[in-house]
């Protein structure tokens, strides 16, 4: 039965890593394409929305589907759970994406009919990853994830910290969503700027932490000072999210 339900997840597990490695070829290809093209690298319409996005979401993506293996959660609900998460991923990368070669903001545009329409799909697809992710560090808390020493801790922590990730990114959109809609279209733009330093020293806590334990485990130090090493890790982690977190605070 355990085997039957780990050769389900597997295809699954594979058509995660393709489509990461995809979106991330995209993010390089866009690189190429402002090396070429030109334009402002900041700004609501730049290329470094399709390359950063398409190296984040790709690289988020993979780092998901290999720290979920570590989850004491059902495999079919996590094939589920990925399968869908892979396809929110695509569709957001692709909407960015879509917007950037049409020379208009991916987030928060408003000006057409179908602006709006894009806008407001990758405002449904991020609270999709809000709700995905979630169900994911909730997992994490309840039930102590496997792996070697320092893995559950660090499985544990990015998530925790993941989920800051998501709620600077929820609280973007929303302050940019409310003042789009009021008419401050302009200020809309601009008023997410200040959560991007959490939102990006955050997001990729879940593949930093997991990974910093994986090669520990190649090591031959002992337990004792692999588990130290990672809670060091996960303090320093912290305190830059914290510092991310006041630097918005105070220039508010």
């Known amino acids: 039965m355990i085997r039957a339900l780990k050769s389900h997840v597997r295809p699954a597990e594979r058509l995660c890593h393709a489509t990461g490695a995809l979106l991330i070829l995209s993010g390089l290809v866009h690189l190429v394409v402002f090396a070429v093209d030109g334009g402002p690298w900041y700004g609501p319409v730049s290329w470094r929305k399709p390359v950063t996005f398409g190296l984040?979401?790709?690289?988020?993506?993979?780092?998901?589907?290999?720290?979920?293996?570590?989850?004491?959660?059902?495999?079919?609900?996590?094939?589920?759970?990925?399968?869908?998460?892979a396809a929110d991923c695509v569709v957001?990368?692709?909407?960015?994406?879509?917007?950037?070669w049409r020379r208009v903001p991916s987030h928060l545009d408003m000006e057409t009919p179908f602006d709006t329409a894009v806008s407001m799909t990758l405002a449904v697809g991020g609270a999709v990853l809000v709700v995905l992710l979630t169900?994911?560090?909730?997992?994490?808390?309840?039930h102590r994830?496997?792996?070697?020493?320092?893995?559950?801790?660090?499985?544990r922590?990015?998530?925790?910290?993941?989920?800051?990730?998501?709620?600077s990114g929820a609280a973007m959109i929303a302050r940019g969503v409310v003042l789009?809609?009021?008419?401050?279209?302009?200020?809309?733009?601009?008023?997410?700027?200040?959560?991007?330093?959490?939102?990006?020293?955050?997001?990729?806590?879940?593949?930093?932490?997991?990974?910093l334990a994986w090669l520990l485990s190649r090591?031959?130090?002992?337990?004792?000072?692999?588990?130290?090493?990672?809670?060091v890790a996960v303090g320093c982690y912290a305190v830059a999210v914290a510092g991310a977190g006041v630097w918005a605070v105070v220039t508010y």
């Open 157 to 167: 922590s990015g998530f925790a910290i993941l989920l800051v990730a998501l709620a």
């Open 135 to 142: 169900v994911f560090a909730v997992a994490s808390l309840r």
């Open 219 to 231: 090591t031959s130090w002992s337990e004792t000072v692999r588990l130290r090493t990672v809670a």
């Open 145 to 155: 994830p496997t792996g070697p020493t320092g893995m559950a801790l660090a499985v």
């Open 92 to 100: 957001e990368v692709g909407g960015i994406t879509l917007q950037a």
């Open 180 to 211: 789009a809609r009021t008419g401050h279209q302009e200020a809309a733009y601009h008023s997410t700027a200040l959560l991007k330093p959490l939102h990006g020293v955050s997001l990729h806590a879940v593949l930093v932490l997991p990974a």
């Open 56 to 85: 984040s979401f790709g690289a988020t993506l993979i780092a998901v589907t290999w720290v979920t293996s570590y989850l004491r959660v059902g495999a079919r609900l996590r094939t589920v759970l990925l399968v869908v998460f």
